[in-house]
């Protein structure tokens, strides 16, 4: 074994961790993590869910999309994952009419499978340590030239490692807060085929309500297929493809568990912090987190108005509304749990026993002397910061009329390139159609108006763009008014030529940094990103550039100050294993939540015509017949819906496969639970759970529900 991988299985054996707490690398689970496992009940090898000679577990799992997980369940490449992961995939493919988000979707044969344009998966191929490379150009460096020429060393590697001309991407991920580096391989197919997917009653019960609550009754499911040339390797959309033979796919188990059962989750957990500082969680609570929260709320009700009074904007709106949404309420619950639980005082706690340890040692003695000072020069502009990214910015008007920045650029250099003006322009052009197409002008017009006035209201005047607010001043009225500000945006929409073909294809004609200066929606856009980028990115750049540097060596420290205690690395988005249990819980006093929900709760919140708790007709009539197949539990004689346990898993996670002691699927993980959204920056080892739609649920929505029983026969069921 390579000296510098011998260091990181030290590393991952650092810190203390109970079983249901880590999201460990497959790769380096170590012998103490391993064995944990098989105490609590797994019956696999560590080469059965890792090998890169042989076909394991991790060659089932893949990136799907942008940044969820999708497991591979049968020999013919076919994908489970959330519904929310293939909601932008259902929302493109269909009409009004053809509405598969409303109605749903199933290919009942191969040649009605639709191409998901645009989408695309990964497969991991392998995973390397290159610690020792990083170790020998960064030592003894810190700050900015460390940072730029560590980012000069991902580059370098990523591109060594990469085959274009085999799909074949490289990445490297530090880990452990920059004192560790691996580089994963991936191998990206493009040509990605919806297969199925339940009506949105189904795949999104419960809405906006349920979200991040237990119990839920979801059927958070979609269907895809890879498909790959005759030799198996990655080819864009042809008629002439053919399904994927995959090296491993998972059996999907229908025979049930109970609680107390093992689970094991795979997957792509994008980021956690957890061992963010008190500065840091500070600055979460009071700042950053309330701060995007109110904005969101905003954006949310503007396009919501619209949505639920017409289905062609719904359609329209679902996909970008579904991903505010969800976050809008994490962040929400983040803050009430971290202030609940006191997380601000344990970090306090756990820095003062650091800083006893550290007196005396030159590396370490003075981190928590320039922490503060780092928080102290930035939190001034903290607000500042999130209100242009969330608020000015959350208008799609205003972002589209910021990407045109570059287009002003280009054309106010000396000397000035008709070239590259006019590859600008094209893609501008290009970007229009696409932006007009998404656009919801009603909505917009709110959104633009609200959030240009709270940033008059919340935001310090002095780091207004200067001159900006006293022009709509002049313009519109008083700045105190809210009139004001939906006057100032009703001339912004009508005057733009963002909206007008005959404006806009007169400024592509003759291209003019004067006339797009003066449009409105760009002067709006570009006063506020040129103010930031000019006063207050360095600013960030400075507090970003000392804060990974002491967050470096912080955890340098903690890991000298505990050595043989195990250890467990934040999340990068990288393939990772938690391991727990299924497992009831009890929130609060004299309440249990059972650790599964069936479809008797889903017939209680059932309520005809609403717009989160409807449900199919169809549905509806199969549960009066109680006619469950297979796939009824005969535990509690009813269909099982969801079900918890005590996996650690976060955002990236959604799709992954939930796996039990033998290696079958028995459900997809798909949110966590309220009492618990802290675990992005802590995790609490009593109250957090993955919730997760049971397998047996998923396939009777597909065979019951859609009739599509050709992708059960697909599948490897394992019964007993």
């Known amino acids: ?20 707490e880590g999201m460990w690398l497959p790769l380096l689970l170590g012998k103490q ?18 090998s890169v000679n042989k076909s394991s577990i991790k060659d089932a799992i893949v990136i799907f999309g942008g940044g969820c997980t999708g497991e591979i369940v049968s020999n013919e490449g076919l994908i489970f994952t959330n519904h929310h992961c293939g909601y932008a995939a259902i929302t493109d493919a269909s009409t009004i009419e ?53 980012a000069a060393l991902i580059a370098g590697i990523n591109a060594q490692y990469s085959d274009p001309s085999k799909n074949i991407e490289a990445r490297v991920s530090p880990l ?199 928080y102290d020069a930035w939190r001034p502009y903290a607000k500042q910061r999130v209100y242009l990214f969330e608020g000015i910015l959350g208008s799609p008007l205003a972002k589209f009329a910021g990407t045109l920045m570059k287009l002003e650029n280009d054309m106010l250099k000396q000397g000035a390139d008709a070239a590259v003006v006019k590859k600008d322009i094209e893609a501008a052009t290009e970007a229009r159609k696409k932006f007009l197409a998404d656009e919801n002008r009603v909505s917009d017009q709110q959104i633009l108006a609200a959030t240009c006035e709270m940033f008059y209201n919340d935001i310090d005047k002095n780091q207004h763009p200067i001159g900006f607010y006293e022009g709509i001043k002049s313009s519109s009225g008083d700045l105190k008014d809210p009139a004001t500000y939906k006057k100032w945006s009703t001339a912004v929409f009508s005057n733009t030529m963002i909206f007008s073909d005959a404006k806009w294809e007169a400024f592509a004609r003759s291209p003019d940094a004067v006339a797009l200066q003066n449009d409105p929606a760009f002067a709006y856009s570009s006063a506020f990103i040129k103010s930031y980028l000019n006063k207050y990115e360095p600013l960030y750049q400075q507090f970003v550039s000392k804060n990974d540097e002491l967050g470096r060596l912080y955890l340098k420290g903690i890991m000298q100050m505990y050595p043989g205690k195990k250890m467990y690395p934040d999340a990068t988005f990288t393939m990772r294993t938690s391991y727990g249990n299924v497992k009831s819980y ?34 509806v009539e199969l549960v009066k017949k109680r006619d469950f197949g297979q796939y009824i539990d005969k535990r509690v004689n009813d269909l099982v819906v969801c079900f918890i346990t005590n996996n650690d898993i976060t955002g990236g996670n959604s799709g992954s496969p939930v796996i039990d002691g033998n290696g079958n699927l028995i459900g997809l993980a798909f949110d966590g639970n309220y009492e618990a959204l802290s675990h992005k920056l802590a995790f609490d080892k009593d109250l957090n759970r993955t919730i997760c739609v049971d397998v047996r649920y998923v396939l009777w929505c597909i065979d019951k529900l859609g009739g599509a029983a050709n992708i059960i026969k697909e599948l490897k069921l394992v019964k007993q």
């Open 1 to 20: 074994m390579k000296k510098s991988l011998t260091t990181l299985l030290v590393f991952i054996t650092l810190f203390t961790a109970r079983a249901d």
């Open 33 to 50: 993590v391993y064995a944990d496992m098989v105490k609590h009940g797994l019956k696999l090898t560590s080469e059965q869910l890792y």
């Open 98 to 150: 053809h509405n598969y988000l409303k109605d749903g979707f199933w290919a009942y044969d191969k040649s009605q499978e639709i191409p998901a344009k645009g989408l695309s998966v990964q497969f991991l191929l392998r995973i390397e340590d290159v610690t020792a490379k990083f170790d020998s150009v960064l030592n003894g460096l810190s700050g900015t030239e460390r940072s730029q020429k560590q």
């Open 176 to 374: 452990f807060k920059n004192n560790q580096f691996l580089v994963f391989i991936y191998q990206r197919y493009t040509d990605i085929r919806l297969v199925g997917a339940p009506p949105e009653s189904v795949g999104k019960f419960g809405g906006d309500t349920d979200n991040w609550e237990w119990p839920r009754h979801t059927g958070d499911f979609s269907v895809f297929r890879i498909y790959a040339s005759k030799d198996g390797s990655p080819s864009d959309y042809t008629a002439g493809n053919i399904p994927l033979k995959p090296k491993y796919f998972l059996p999907v188990s229908i025979k049930g568990f109970k609680d107390g059962d093992f689970a094991m989750i795979f997957g792509y957990p994008g980021s956690t912090n957890r061992y963010e500082t008190s500065y840091g969680i500070r600055l979460a609570t009071d700042i950053n987190n309330p701060s995007l929260v109110g904005l969101r709320d905003i954006r949310l009700k503007a396009m919501f108005t619209q949505m639920k009074n017409d289905p062609a904007v719904k359609l329209q709106l679902a996909s970008s509304y579904a991903g505010i949404a969800n976050y809008w309420k994490f962040y929400d619950g983040e803050t009430k749990q971290l202030l609940k639980y006191h997380i601000y005082e344990q970090k306090q706690q756990d820095e003062q026993k650091f800083m006893q340890w550290a007196k005396g040692s030159p590396e370490f003695e003075n981190i928590f002397s320039e922490w503060p000072k780092a």
């Open 586 to 619: 009890s929130p609060r006093d004299a309440v249990k939540y059972e650790y599964l929900s069936t479809m008797k709760g889903v017939m209680e919140k059932y309520i005809p015509g609403d717009y989160e708790f409807d449900l199919p007709e169809k549905l």
